[in-house]
Structures are given as C-alpha cells and as structure tokens.
C-alpha cells in the first residue's frame, strides 16, 4: 500500500485518486487474506470482479475503478503485466448530461439569498469551474485588469485561464466587502481552510429544491454543462469553448453541440433544399 501510495505521488496523481486507488486495493487485499501478495495472478482479479458485480452487485462504475486501481499495483509495483479481457468493460455508452436553461440559472441565482453562497453559483456559472476548482479558487486567482480567472492545476495537474464577468467581479467586490476573505476566494469553516466540496454541493441541492427542480436530475456539474452550452448556443467556437473547459480533447468538448438547440435548429434539413422542392408560404426551411 505504501509503495503504491508512492509511486502514485511521484506520478503527481491527484490526492482524491491516490485515496480511491489505495481503498480499492485495500479491499482486494482483504479478500484475499491469505494469500500472498507474490501470488496475485490475473485469475484473481477476475474472480474479484466477478465477486464485485455478481455477488455484490456493484455498478460498472465500481468495478472499473477496482480493477484501475488493482492493475496499477500489478504493473508498478509488483512488476507483473495485467492485460484483462477487453470484453469486461465495453465502451460506456454514450448519454448526454442534463443542461440548465437561462431562464433556470437565472432563478437559481435570484433564488439565494446569501451573499457568499450566491457568488459561488455565479462563479460556477460564468466560468464553467469545476466543483474542485471553485473550492481551491484563491483570492491571487482574479485578474480584474485582463477580466481574468486563473485555474491553478486544473483537472490533469494543468493551469488554465477562464472569464471573469464583469457583473460578476462587481458582485465579488460586495463580497469581499462583506467576509473578507484572505488566502481562498470562499473560506470554510475552519479558519485557512477552503469551502468544502460537500458545502458547495448542499447549497446547490437546497436551491434547486427551492424551485422544485430536484427531479431533473441537476447538481452542480450541471451548471458547468449549461456554461459550456450557452456559449456555443452564443457562437462561441469549440476551441475556445474546449481552452475554458480544460478539455484535453475536442471530441469531449464536440458532446455541447448535441446539447445546443439551437445549433440543431439552424441546421438547414436536406430535403428542404432538393432540387424542385418549394416550401409553402410561411413555413420554415430549418428543422
């Protein structure tokens, strides 16, 4: 576990993976209490998973994080290669993320009254941070003058800027006022500590529970959607978009599209431009 835990560190994984890796591992050990780790064969690992999907009944999301975590141990540090059938893990099937409307951000924004806890919705919204990166977010961070934010190792340990609003650099300036914060942007409650990951979700919960949007599946990753929605409905182009995001691929960013209606509404339908093909009086040659 330790040497694990090491090799990890030095391949600058992030705290949260390092924890989820080492508590995986953890559990196949306890399993296999009696044998001995020199022992350890992909055979094990197979029926482990097995006893993880059959037996406990785990999500595919589950049993592809144990069997991440235990073929990491096997290639780095018991230096035995760990090739699992492909099969075990088809492509994950593709689903779009549910995306706010304007008008619903708009509502969940007036709909807090709290000064501190609506800067962060706002903040989420017109930067499209992510939760993390909003809770690690510090006060050196603000660039009025280039109306900047800089996202200090980002997700993949990588720095990026995003935009800073000017509505909503006014209203971080009546919030600063009002708590003065000194090293994060939002303090938690124990004094140099940031807002906690779990504050930040709650109060995002409770807003949407105020407007009775609870069913539609929203959490605060959705408003990061939205964001990056609302700029390609807007025109923005998917590289910029993608530069905002920290997306390493533009095939992750590309997904937005399908999210955009009104990208699919300005799509002209082929038919309606065959040759000879006039449309009635009134009627619309975009579907």
Known sequence: MERTSQYMFLGHYSQDSIRNYLREL????????DVPVQQF??????????????TLGCSR?????AAQSISFFFRNVLQKPLVLPTLIYPR???????VMSQQEIKALIDTIQNVKHRTVVMLLYSTGMRLREISKLKITDIDSKAMQIKVV????????????????LLELRAYYL?????????????????????SIQHLVKIALARLGLQSKRYSVHTIR????????????????????????????TSRYLHLSAKHRQSVVNPYDVLPGEEQPSGSKTKH
Do not use: M, W
């Open 26 to 33: 953890r559990y196949f050990f306890v399993h296999y209490g």
């Open 92 to 98: 994950k099937a593709t689903k779009l993320p549910p």
């Open 178 to 198: 009002i708590y003065r914060p000194q090293e994060y942007l939002f303090n938690g409650a124990q004094k140099g500590r940031p807002l906690s990951l779990r």
């Open 153 to 168: 190792q980002g997700k993949g340990s990588k720095d990026r800027f995003t935009l800073l609003s000017q509505q909503v």
């Open 225 to 252: 959607h939205s964001f990056a929605t609302h700029l390609v409905e807007n025109g923005t182009d998917l590289h910029t978009v993608k530069e905002l995001l920290g997306h390493s691929s533009l095939q992750t």
């Open 41 to 54: 064969c992909a055979d094990h690992v197979v029926q482990y998973l097995l006893y993880l999907n059959k």
């Open 61 to 65: 999301t589950k049993c592809h994080g």
